[in-house]
């Protein structure tokens, strides 16, 4: 750390792309790889990736822009920031107060991303055990699990959920990493995670999706994934799309205004989020167009639901050329893309320690660590010991959840949508226009384009999608 007349200097990327490898690894995550198609395959495919990729450009990508810019500007915590652009814009301080739901719902989300990251690590552990298996037996490029029947894969799944020690090992090493990256700071710590695991992120997903274009039914897929039936359009299923839009991008909990208050020198934030945004969707997509196509060759269900990867996959990778290695890569790029994200997840709460209750970095980052692990422990025992608890029971749409579904259900459909509409209000309508212009580096056709989108579309459909999505009823359905 460099002093500077008495006042510490506050930690900084780089250089602009390690900026951008550290947004994209926020950005690219277990959204992408497993929600994504999870949720496009409950959601019935096209109509909802095509509604889906346009949240992300008409709604997203501004959103991105914004929180950037409130980081870039503010240069401080989540809560600073936003402080320091309302000062600097004559606006109401209390403005901050959205980036306290922010940090609690980036924190709330690390806890149970955590969890399903274990998971994860869990099924690196059995492929790669298995890929062992084959390598010993002289058989590198079999099939996995090869000789355990497709109840025998699924019910791998089963035990571990049955196994509340199994479950905390995983958080516990999982959260542990992500721990002692965000502890060691920007610099050594996130940035270096992040230059070092993207490169290894994108080569995996690219030599998996080739690989899976030969061996799946790559026609099928992309039927599936890009032919809209508008009718499965429901604005639950609306209300679904934007709530991952928002994940997929690290909106809506302050992720990019914190990484955005790391940005030191001066560049035009328009082609950054546009890369960060087309990083993001290209991935999910990409995942989309890996996991289908195999799911389809072996005739499984594509609405399997959040088990699509966990149990769906392994079993199609029995009858795949070489399944024992992919799979084992599978999980492995899985696991490398959710520490990227975690890590963003827990700086947000870590920063605004730093920042507002003057703690040191790693006092900061071991608060909310161990905060978030706890409440993760919570989590997991809600798949056995605590399988009858329904956290938000009294409302309809939570009525039939478990803890950790509770837990994304609330963070996605309400805390995001809502600090996203606060967000496209505060840089809308009550940031100063030269500020912003000066921050963002738009001008003429773009700025335009990207101020109405900011100040009228993302407020009123952000707030339609997200009265619809809560509250069925009113449409009267
Ligand atoms: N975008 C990540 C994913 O898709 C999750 C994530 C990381 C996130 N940082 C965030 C979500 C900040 C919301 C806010 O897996």
Known sequence: MVATAGTTEREGWSSRTAFILAAVGAAVGLGNVWRFPTLAGENGGGAFVLFYVGCVFLLGLPLVISEIFIGRTGQNDAVGSIRKVAEKSGAAKSWSAFGLLGVAGAFLIVSFYSVVAGWVLYYVGVMGADFVGALTAGEPLRGALVGESQEAIQGR??????????????????????????????????????????????????????????????????????????????????????????????????????????????AGLGPTSVTIAFADTGVALISGLMIFPIVFAVGLDPAAGPTLVFQTLPFAFQTMPGGALIGFLFFVLILVAAVTSSISLLEVPTAWGIGELGWSRRKSSLTFGTGAFLIGIACLLGYNVWSDVRLLGFWPLFAETDILDTVDGFTGKVMLPLGALFTAVFVGWKADRNLVEEMTGLSGFWLGIWRFLIAWLCPLAVGAILVTGLFPGILGG
């Open 157 to 266: 799944m089963g035990d571990l959920f049955a196994n509340p020690a199994l479950l905390l090992a995983m958080h516990l090493a999982f959260m542990g990493v992500t721990l002692f990256i965000v502890a060691r700071g920007i610099g050594s710590g996130i940035e270096k995670a992040a230059t070092i695991l993207m490169p290894m992120f994108f080569v995996l997903l690219i030599g998996i999706a080739i690989y899976g274009a030969f061996v799946g039914n790559m026609g099928e897929a992309v039927a599936f994934l890009f032919t809209p039936d508008w009718s499965k359009l429901t604005p639950q299923v609306m209300n679904t799309a934007l709530g991952q839009a928002l994940f997929s991008l690290s909106l809506g909990v302050a992720g990019l205004i914190t990484y955005g208050s790391y940005i030191k020198g001066s």
